[in-house]
């Protein structure tokens, strides 16, 4: 093969098997003619899934819901120019939550940087510190690169990108016009890369040393708080060890719902999956704090949690990861280990003197929690305007179970721990609390449906749907069975429960600078995009819309439209009764 081209299309076909025989498996392209053939040359590698998005940033986002949820790593494959900049949001959150993903960009060849030719920017190091690596593979029609260098360069980009710790890469490669591969070329069978050994994420397990060092800490615990945070579902804790590992440690297990073992059916007391408004009631503080915290994994997301941090009787804090420092604290012991595994490690080398008591203290205010949740939520307005955290706990118990769950910042991830008292059997909780921004969450969404093969539920505000509105096309080309439900609350309603919302700020300022209400009609958009849409805004037709939604088998929109202030007055009315049932039940 002697035609520029079509040596240039076969390295590129060489690049793309080489990330095949490495573990990939789902590859996103968005439309270019400098990344042509890099597009072709996934379409004719066996094995590869090839999924198309017009937006680049909606691209970004599906291949890394694609992984989140798989812990397969992606690729995403963009033209030239500022085509791979619209990744770097994504790019971001996969270093934060450590998701693997691997960014191809097409560029110029050497010859023309630097001098204003047409969409040529600096690609070199495009995404700086936040890829595990960065190559600069070079001009894939240069006789003088061998195929076996590409393979290889494949190989390791996978193997950089499953870390630890797991997270993006970058593979920039240049290609010169012509770029279109002759017939003969697109009708030869594509060159497979040699047979490799499986490109497999390592497990991280405890140093003996590190586990000495830590376990006396561990045994002077009289009342031991295990906290598991938010994690990607393929990195869930299994409740059922998790569960036992408290038991015999006599230890209370507090799951978020992102931790992947809050929403399973193993869980059960000591597994409290229900916490939130315990430990932001102030009367639990001095009965419920425990002497020494465990965490595993990333940090919780809840806000009481964060109250145990600092002061004079703070507990003791050990942080148990595989690789980082996940302690915005500044004052944990941190194990580098897979979390259960260390975890193990530690209860083996020291067993805590647990205090009965206060496994009793959780139970009866568990019990005090639900009185008081239950109360909160029968007293939510009936018809309209709708209770947003009541109708959070409707569409949760409603639409969660048999499918994946993703919950939305800021707001939705919270709700769901506040208000959710029956926990669905979903078959995971997806969240984005690497960098726990509010960007992609559709496409997001969309590429958990693809790589699960499983319904999704997406639950977002109305600021993170318009944030990725125009995914509702990925999901209509897709036809992904995903459940997009907008709580329509005319903007960034967290704001409201920030300290500098209470601070004399005028509420004209703060809608104007903060909360900024989209005020877009979500189901005309939904429809506009060929997504079947109902917009609810009393009980009845709430009641309605989540029956047709059950019933969905495809994309489908909800909106509904939510008292604007209600998650703040209503979390602010749960925590008081949940501290007020906590007084009483200490009266004489």
């Not at 561990?218 to 009342?223: E, T």
């Not at 995009?529 to 109902?534: N, T, V």
């Amino acid at each position: 093969m002697t035609d520029p081209a079509d040596v240039q299309f076969l390295a590129a076909c060489r690049l793309l098997a080489g990330l095949r025989s490495a573990g990939i498996r789902l590859v996103v392209i968005s439309p270019g003619a400098r990344s042509l053939p890099l597009a072709l040359a996934a379409r004719r590698v066996a094995g590869l899934r090839v999924l198309t998005a017009r937006d680049e940033r909606a691209a970004a986002f599906l291949a890394l819901g694609a992984a989140r949820a798989s812990g397969v790593p992606a690729v995403t494959i963009a033209t030239s120019g500022t085509a791979g900049a619209h990744w770097h949001p994504a790019i971001l959150e996969a270093d934060a939550a450590a998701i693997p993903l691997v960014a191809l960009t097409a560029d110029r060849p050497p010859e023309l940087r630097a001098r204003s030719a047409p969409q040529t920017v600096d690609q070199v190091d495009l995404f700086g510190r936040t890829v595990r690596l960065a190559l600069e593979i070079g001009a894939l029609g240069d006789p003088g690169l061998p195929g076996e260098s590409l393979a290889a360069s494949a190989r390791i980009a996978v193997r950089a990108a499953l870390g630890p710790p797991a997270g993006p890469v970058h593979l920039n490669v240049s290609l010169r016009k012509p770029l279109d591969p002759s017939d003969r070329a697109l009708r030869e069978e594509v060159p497979g890369d040699r047979p490799a050994i499986p490109v497999v994420a390592p497990q991280v397990l405890p140093a003996a040393a590190a586990v000495e060092a830590i376990a006396p800490r561990v045994a002077g615990a009289r009342r031991l708080a295990i906290v598991a945070g938010p994690d990607v579902p393929w990195r869930g804790l299994p409740a059922g060890r998790l569960r036992e590992l408290a038991t015999r440690s006599g230890a209370v297990a507090l799951c978020e719902a992102g931790s992947g073992a809050a929403w399973a059916a193993e869980s059960g007391f000591p597994l409290v999956t229900a916490f939130e408004p315990l430990v932001r009631a102030p009367a639990a503080r001095e009965r419920l704090l425990p002497d020494v915290l465990i965490q595993l994994g990333p940090p919780p997301t809840s806000k009481g949690l964060d109250a145990w941090s600092g002061g004079r009787h703070a507990p003791e804090r050990i942080v148990i990861a595989p690789a980082g420092i996940p302690d915005p604290w500044h004052d944990a012991a941190i194990l580098a280990a897979e979390p259960l595994a260390g975890l193990a490690a530690l209860l083996d080398a020291a067993q805590p003197a647990s205090d009965p008591g206060w496994s009793r203290a959780w139970r009866d205010a568990l019990q005090a929690l639900e009185r008081a949740r239950d109360r909160i939520l029968r007293s939510a307005p009936g018809s309209r305007p709708l209770d947003e955290p009541h109708t959070v706990a409707r569409v949760l118990s409603r639409l969660a179970s048999g499918r994946h769950v993703l919950l939305a910042n800021s707001l939705p991830v919270r709700e769901a721990e506040l208000f959710v008292a029956e926990r669905p059997e979903a078959r995971s909780v997806i969240t984005q609390r690497g960098a726990s921004g509010i960007d992609g969450l559709i496409a997001g969404a969309a590429g958990a449906a693809v790589a699960t093969g499983e319904p999704v539920l997406a639950l977002l505000g109305d600021v993170a749907a318009l944030h990725d509105l125009t995914s509702l096309l990925v999901l209509r080309e897709l036809a992904a069975p995903v459940l997009v439900v907008v709580l329509d609350n005319r903007g960034g309603r967290i704001f409201e429960q920030l300290p500098f919302a209470g601070s004399g700020l005028e509420p004209a300022e703060l809608e104007t600078l903060c909360t900024m209400p989209p005020a877009i009609d979500f189901a005309a958009a939904g429809a506009a995009f060929g997504i079947p849409a109902l917009r609810a805004a009393d009980r009845s037709a709430l009641d309605a819309a989540l029956e047709t939604a059950a019933g969905a088998r495809g994309p489908f929109l909800l909106a509904i439209e939510v008292a604007p202030s209600s998650s703040a007055r209503t979390t602010r009315a749960l925590i008081d009764a949940v501290d007020a049932e906590l007084r009483t039940a200490d009266a004489p």
